[in-house]
């Protein structure tokens, strides 16, 4: 148990549906991550939020929507996908940016099967 | 890319013997940490070495670092069966919130 905690952990969704993920901490921590993990790529930095604000967006598709309503949750609203974002989708947190650098604590992840 | 690579993809050894594991990356780094993960879960960090390091240590853990050449090595000694997982790096960077993983080395002790 690392503090973060994804719901739900199978998600199974056709491509007209529309779902969230959630993601929740209790660490204290003020900067949340979304990243998605594909089979033989590397995790790819999707989102950013950073005392509630998003710092980053790579480049996603805007059928990924996220949300960050405050600083222990973040969503990821999912709309239209396609079956190419099937993937296991993991949620982090940390302290946010220092000088020093600050460790990521995971969750379990979501398995998303987009048929 | 700012993100990192392992090497070698997969790794099999026999339990008891050294585990070394490579990471190169591109960009300047504040730190550089690597982190375990079983299939299908969650990663857990193992260490974390910043970038006026060289090298350190935790339990079982070596990691070292050479920013002349932006690689990065882990070393597991006395491996166990447990410690099967792949094994990915991570760069963050200063003053950012970023941190961008590699594509991770599988490692497969065998009992």
């Known amino acids: 148990e690392t503090g973060v905690t994804q719901t739900p952990r199978h998600l199974v969704m056709g491509m007209t549906n529309k779902k969230s993920l959630k993601c929740e901490q209790h660490l204290g921590h003020n900067a949340m991550y979304w990243y998605k993990q594909s089979a033989k790529k590397p995790l790819e930095l999707m989102f950013v939020y950073s005392l509630e604000e998003r710092v980053e967006n790579n480049s996603v598709p805007s059928r990924f929507s996220p949300e960050c309503p405050n600083s222990s949750h973040l969503f990821l609203h999912l709309h239209t996908l396609q079956p190419e974002d099937s993937a296991l989708y993991l949620c982090?947190?940390?302290?946010?940016?220092?000088?020093?650098?600050?460790?990521?604590?995971f969750g379990q992840g979501t398995r998303l099967t987009v048929v | 890319s700012q993100q990192g690579e392992e090497d070698p993809q997969a790794l099999s050894i026999q339990e008891g013997e050294n585990a070394t594991m490579n990471c190169s990356y591109k960009?300047?780094?504040?730190?550089l940490q690597w982190y375990r993960q079983n299939s299908g879960r969650g990663l857990v960090h193992l260490i974390l070495?910043?970038?006026?390091?060289r090298e350190k240590h935790s339990g079982r853990l070596r990691v070292t670092l050479d920013t002349s050449k932006k690689s990065s090595s882990l070393l597991i000694t006395a491996s166990r069966a447990a410690d099967t997982a792949s094994y990915f790096c991570a760069t963050g960077e200063t003053g950012a919130n970023n941190l961008f993983f590699g594509t991770g080395t599988r490692l497969t002790v065998i009992p």
């Open positions: 070495i910043r970038s006026n390091e």
């Open positions: 982090a947190s940390s302290q946010g940016a220092d000088r020093d650098g600050t460790e990521a604590f």
């Open positions: 960009t300047s780094i504040n730190n």
